[in-house]
Structure formats: structure tokens, C-alpha cells
């Protein structure tokens, strides 16, 4: 069985819901990225799905004042009303692999490129 590990490229269905039950949920896309290359080492959210077999699905309720920082290097983007204190996220392992040479090289450029967290660049 083939479970998220360092250097493998994973696709995710991630969800962002206000609400338990995901009804309108304010973010839901299949995401793709190679696991484990980000300049910080793992992400909180990289955490989550560590050692996560093909198919597992999770559930978490996060604070909304820590629902930015899961994922960095940023594989998503969003917005998320500033009256809710509570978020609930989903994420489902779709599919795990082995990326190309090529795929881990510009993965790593793109976490170690500035994405606006400093002047100096």
C-alpha cells in the first residue's frame, strides 16, 4: 500500500468549511505538490497527512488564526471570513507516486522562492 512519504508526489482533495458537514465549503480542489521539500521542513499540514495510506481520508477542525500557516510552502490560496473563530478541513489522498527528476528540482525552486514574506528579494 503506498502512503505519503519524503520526495513522493501526492494528490489531495482538500476542503475548507465554516461547517462539520462541508455544506458550501469556501475552498475544495485537488492539489498536487511533492511531499516534504519545503525550506521550513514539514508543514503543520504535511504533518497531518504524513505516513497517510492512497484513499485515507482526515478530518481536523483548526482554529481560523492558525488555517494560513498548514500549508507552507502555500500549495493553496484562499479566503476565509474574518467572523468565524473555527474552520473545518478535509483532505483525501487520491493518489500517490513517484515524481519525475525534473517535477522534485522545480518543486524545490518553487519553496525556496520569497512568496511576499520579506523585503530583501
Not at 468549511?17 to 519545503?38: L, M, Q, S, T, Y
Not at 508543514?43 to 482554529?63: K, N, T
Not at 494560513?68 to 493553496?76: E, Q, V
Request: proline fraction near 5%; hydrophobic fraction near 40%.
Amino acid at each position: 500500500m503506498k502512503r505519503v512519504e519524503i520526495l513522493k508526489k501526492v494528490n489531495i482533495l482538500i476542503e475548507i468549511a465554516d461547517n462539520r458537514e462541508f455544506i458550501d465549503p469556501i475552498f475544495k480542489e485537488d492539489v498536487e505538490f511533492v511531499f516534504g521539500i519545503g525550506s521550513k521542513g514539514l508543514s503543520p499540514f504535511e504533518y497531518m497527512i504524513s505516513g497517510r495510506a492512497e484513499g485515507e481520508e482526515i478530518i481536523e477542525s483548526i482554529e481560523s488564526w492558525k488555517l494560513h500557516s498548514l500549508f507552507d510552502p502555500p500549495y493553496i490560496f484562499f479566503d476565509t471570513p474574518k467572523t468565524k473563530d473555527m474552520f473545518f478541513l478535509r483532505a483525501k489522498v487520491k493518489g500517490i507516486s513517484t515524481p519525475s527528476q525534473r517535477e522534485v528540482i522545480s518543486a524545490l525552486a518553487e519553496a525556496s522562492r520569497c512568496k511576499g514574506c520579506c523585503d530583501s528579494h
